[in-house]
């Protein structure tokens, strides 16, 4: 089923009905903002344009974007398509190898490069003979052109109009498991889902929102870029990690994306102002508790939120619970780069304990005998590019898309993940062992923010754990009696939740932060397993032997 109006088409529309309406919002250096309209948006996007057909590539060449979140990075997106070619977004740091593995897979003819942190780290990763266009917010470097020269060309006349089942983005996979898959949409895939998507949430041209997370992934791509030209939305842009709570508080979004990680940052952020016992006694207070709740929020930015969506990653149930005694409710929504995102979502009135919630409208889903999540929708990707055999492996024969997430529905269709297909380990005494379903367990516990639980071919599975920024504060004050007697605790519930052979030998709380920076996660904020595994695989023998319930890496 393809969507009446593609996105480009939806875009038009938008700019021809409020032409004068402000639609980016562009901090600047200096704490200046830059407010573009809808129709200067479109000016600039056909300039742009006409500057890519003087290049007389072929039809549908590949185009690149490597940059943080701006308003250009939308504009650019536009003009590709404009100009009648493919946009490649790329994560802004990604190293230089990872960028020409990238580029040369795609076969890119111009890169388009912005907000970057580390340009010299990854500028040599842009193969000899490919031109790179500076845009408004750029590194410092030499660029073959910048986007004041495209500028100065003519804006195009006519009003492109790609086809639906013309390929408008190749949406490179973060790779947690390997080598990132290039993974195909058509304008079709696009307007299935943020049309409908729409409708589940009611945005309208009044809504406000905060690009923060990477537009070059499907998450942002979907709720934020295709969401405004479908729902007239304005767009705030986050400058950085420094001003981050300005940017939101300046934003003030009505409607909000965040994995669980962002959630529970501002969660830490309001417990470093006030401790978590004193606000969970203000709170239960009847008259005062839900004025303190609206207090906090405001102080996050998060007031006006009327829809917040959590998702990516599982989300502990007691962070949901936090949240709704606030007065906001989070949902939980499910979805992979493969169907746009656009899978499952919760529904107010409908959250369920433990499940995520019901197929987003014209969802098809099966549970295969393998115990697999299957979905089909007008969303679902073309395929990978140039990998026939990783398609064929990942979509069946009917067209469903195969997640390699382990699930199970109830008789509302409500959804419930098990784990991962690839994930189950099997140890030395020859159980299989599904890990996500202990690391949620694990992961509700305030002091901890990460985990991965390891077993394959040990006795019993440990879990390796990153202690919460707070936990971490509270250990260079003080000592670790309290902290140990928590997680032994801990440790005993869970056990006595799992059967003998998924037991946790015992929790192992490592030195090391897990971030992107030093490659334990992925762009998008997933823990990289294999590198988990392989970092502490010299020490697992020796925490095995021990069998103490807490251990420390020292």
Known sequence: MTAVRLPLDAFFQREARHP?????LQPLPGGQIEELSWAEVGDQARRAANWLRALELAPGSCIAIISKNCAHWIITDLAIWMAGHVSVPLYPNLTAESVRQVLEHAQVAVVFVGKLDDWPAMAPGIPEGIPCVGLPLRPAGRFDQLWSDLQACTPIQDQPKPAADQLCTIIYTSGTTGTPKGVIHNFSNFAFGASRGIELFGVAEEDRMLSYLPLCHVAERMFVEMTSFYGGSTIFFADSLDTFLEDLKRARPTVMFGVPRIWTKFQMGVYAKMPAARLDRLLKLPLIGRLVGRKVLAGLGLDAVRYALCGAAPVPEALLKWYQRLGLDLFEVYGMTENCGYSHVCRPGKRRHGWIGQPCTDVEVRIADTGEVQVRSGATMQGYYLEPEKTAETLTTDGFLRTGDKGEQDAEGNLRLTGRIKEIFKTSKGKYV????????????????QVCVVGDGMPQPMALCVLS????????????????????????????????????????????IWAIDNGFLTPTLKIKRSVVEGAYAANITGWMERREPVLWHE
């Open 20 to 24: 004068n309406k402000r639609y980016l």
């Open 469 to 512: 920024e707070g936990a971490r504060k509270e250990l260079a004050n003080g000592t670790r009696v309290e902290l140990e007697g928590s997680l032994k605790a801990l440790l005993e519930a869970v056990n006595a939740q799992l059967d003998k052979h998924e037991r946790l030998l015992g929790i192992v709380l490592v030195k090391d």
């Open 434 to 449: 599904a890990p996500a379903p202990i690391e949620n367990l694990l992961g509700a516990h305030s002091k901890i923010e």
